[in-house]
């Protein structure tokens, strides 16, 4: 499994695309929404995760790829920026596309990401999935103050066989 992006978002020249390049090679993108609104990039006006998880949306219609956006039960935050963008992942038809809003535990988050990974693994026998070159990738979308609390995910998922991406690399 490769997780992306590959290089650090926070240096890229311009984020979207970067972003958007990354999220086309993948399978499955996985949105971890924490407390914390986050950074946000120059020129944007919308945090790094809040920009991922729209990029990510616009491969709604593409039945090779999967999303699970993911708060942790009971998460409550005072950055009213946050409120907002958690109400708008939850309730936005766009956002809302081919994804799956998932609000629970670690746990939970960890089994549904297990079921695609199965699914990414066993597809459908009329479809056929060509690798050129290396292990399924997952992009991990999450803000880089809950890198840690990310980090048994990706340590998972990497035993699992995938190669994990952050979004997050730079200081």
Same mark, same amino acid.
């Given at each position: 499994? /490769? *997780? /992306?992006?590959? =290089?650090?978002?926070?240096?890229?020249?311009?984020?979207?695309?970067?972003?958007?390049?990354?999220?086309?090679?993948?399978?499955?993108?996985?949105? *971890?929404?924490?407390?914390?609104?986050?950074? %946000?990039?120059?020129?944007?006006?919308? @945090?790094?995760?809040?920009?991922?998880?729209? *990029?990510?949306? &616009? =491969?709604?219609?593409?039945?090779?790829?999967?999303? !699970?956006?993911?708060?942790?039960?009971?998460?409550?935050?005072?950055?009213?920026?946050?409120?907002?963008?958690?109400?708008?992942? &939850?309730?936005?038809?766009?956002?809302?596309?081919?994804?799956?809003?998932?609000?629970?535990?670690?746990?939970?988050?960890?089994?549904? /990401?297990?079921?695609? !990974?199965?699914?990414?693994?066993?597809?459908?026998?009329?479809?056929? %999935? /060509?690798?050129?070159?290396?292990?399924?990738? *997952?992009? !991990? %979308?999450?803000? &880089?103050?809950?890198?840690?609390?990310?980090?048994?995910? @990706?340590?998972? !998922?990497? @035993?699992?066989?995938?190669?994990?991406?952050?979004?997050?690399?730079?200081?």
């Amino acid at each position: 499994c /490769v *997780i /992306v992006p590959s =290089r650090p978002l926070l240096a890229a020249p311009d984020f979207e695309q970067a972003v958007g390049e990354d999220i086309a090679h993948a399978k499955l993108s996985v949105h *971890i929404i924490g407390k914390k609104y986050g950074w %946000i990039p120059e020129n944007a006006e919308s @945090s790094m995760v809040h920009l991922q998880t729209e *990029i990510a949306s &616009r =491969r709604g219609g593409d039945p090779g790829f999967k999303r !699970l956006i993911w708060v942790p039960h009971g998460l409550t935050t005072e950055d009213d920026r946050q409120r907002k963008f958690i109400d708008y992942a &939850r309730s936005d038809p766009v956002i809302q596309n081919s994804a799956e809003f998932l609000e629970g535990t670690l746990e939970e988050l960890k089994e549904a /990401v297990e079921k695609e !990974l199965t699914r990414i693994r066993n597809p459908a026998p009329a479809a056929t %999935i /060509v690798r050129k070159h290396g292990p399924p990738r *997952i992009y !991990l %979308i999450h803000d &880089r103050a809950d890198a840690d609390a990310v980090a048994p995910i @990706s340590d998972f !998922l990497f @035993s699992e066989g995938f190669e994990p991406i952050h979004p997050l690399k730079s200081p």
